[in-house]
């Protein structure tokens, strides 16, 4: 699992995730709805994973 820091991110309303479609309240880096456990998992999807894959 990619560890994606978003302490610097910010949280608003429920809105629906653009990867999920489920009420988030985070925010990612471009200020869209996000959970950022989808924002990891689309990470890990786009990035080969180094070390850990099986
Ligand atoms: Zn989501």
Known sequence: MTGLDWRRHTIGLLRP????????????????PCHKVCAEQAADRTRPARGTAA
């Open 17 to 32: 995730c653009l990867l999920c479609h489920r009420p988030a309240l985070m925010r990612d880096e471009h200020g869209q």
